[in-house]
């Protein structure tokens, strides 16, 4: 059985940084692809950024880009999201989720929350003065 649980999440002032980790658990992890969303109260989830099984590629929504970094460590079955120059509303719930990518390939990039079916708990960030 898949698991993945989220780390990292705390409360940092506009400017600050963050790191969040995914560790992933009961499955081949160089086969999934994995991305990170993200949900504010009253909000729908959103994505924020995913990586490809290979760790080759990724991609950033445009809310983030030149502001997160996603990184993969297939040795310790985790991913990161480093978060940098934080903004209020950056403030959400983030999430982790897999998707098993084998037969697209290692490079393949999903970038719709459809195509992810294995999620973690979540864990907050809070970014406020």
């Known amino acids: 059985q898949l698991q993945l649980v989220e780390s990292g999440g705390d409360l940092v002032q506009p400017g600050g940084s963050l790191r969040l980790s995914c560790l992933v658990s009961g499955f081949t992890f160089d086969r999934v692809a994995i991305g990170w969303f993200r949900q504010a109260p009253g909000k729908e989830r959103e994505g924020v950024s995913y990586?490809?099984?290979?760790?080759?590629?990724?991609y950033y929504e445009d809310s983030v880009k030149g502001r997160f970094t996603i990184s993969r460590d297939n040795a310790k079955n985790t991913v990161y999201l480093q978060m940098n120059s934080l903004k209020p509303e950056d403030t959400a719930v983030y999430y982790c989720?897999?998707?098993?990518?084998?037969?697209?390939?290692?490079?393949?990039?999903?970038?719709?929350?459809?195509?992810?079916?294995?999620w973690g708990q979540g864990t907050q960030v809070t970014v406020s003065s």
């Open positions: 990586i490809s099984s290979s760790g080759e590629n990724q």
């Open positions: 989720a897999s998707d098993d990518t084998y037969l697209s390939g290692r490079w393949y990039v999903p970038i719709s929350r459809w195509e992810y079916d294995n």
